[in-house]
């Protein structure tokens, strides 16, 4: 997956003889103006995988379906410390208690139960127990579930990375336009920087 692209857009690389205002607060430069606009980009393979997992009851009464909700979710818990998964990688998304209600023509809505809703969002470090970590909760209760989905733990190093190679690209692209204008490229003007990480 691509996890990490800086674009620098646009790299500003003055050049002499000519010259030419700089941006707007800046003092002027002396010499011709080039922008560049490149990108950098690296590949990571993932190491990290996050999922939803949740329980959703319902029952006659509002106490009935947390309760049975909590009992699940307990079990579910419980299947993910066994699995190794770390307290700091289970952080729960949503946690709701709804009334259910039957309508009809003509009559105001009549409450038939609860549904109580417990959803969890859970990382693995060891992407290749996703699988079976799944498997364990679905066993244990868990009844709402989406993902895995893959990412990158340290995207920062990869996006430092490629914003050398952006750089280094910048650099390469304005010897090459100088040279063959004649010119030499004298110093960096400014940096600006769009882009970021791409989804997986």
């Known amino acids: 997956m691509r996890t990490g692209l800086a674009t620098l857009a646009p790299a500003m690389l003055a050049m002499l003889p000519v010259g030419a205002p700089a941006l707007a607060q800046a003092a002027p430069i002396a010499g011709t103006r080039l922008d560049l606009s490149v990108e950098g980009s690296v590949t990571r393979a993932p190491d990290l995988a996050t999922i939803s997992a949740g ?8 106490a009935a379906a947390m309760q049975d909700n909590a009992r699940r979710m307990a079990a579910t818990l419980a299947a993910l410390k066994a699995a190794g998964v770390a307290q700091r990688d289970i952080q729960t998304d949503t946690l709701m208690l709804a009334p259910q209600y039957r309508y009809e023509e003509n009559k105001p809505p009549v409450i038939t139960g609860y549904q109580a809703t417990n959803q969890l969002s859970v990382r693995f470090r060891d992407i290749r127990q996703a699988g079976p970590i799944l498997d ?17 733990a340290n995207s920062d190093a990869a996006l430092d990375e490629a914003r050398t190679s952006a750089i280094a690209t910048a650099r390469k692209r304005a010897e090459l336009y100088a040279t063959a204008a004649g010119l030499h490229v004298k110093r960096i003007v400014s940096i600006s920087e769009s882009g970021g990480i791409q989804p997986p």
């Open 136 to 152: 364990k909760l679905v066993a244990q209760g868990a009844n709402q579930i989406s993902g895995p989905v893959f990412s990158v």
């Open 55 to 62: 329980v959703v009851t319902a029952a006659p009464t509002a």
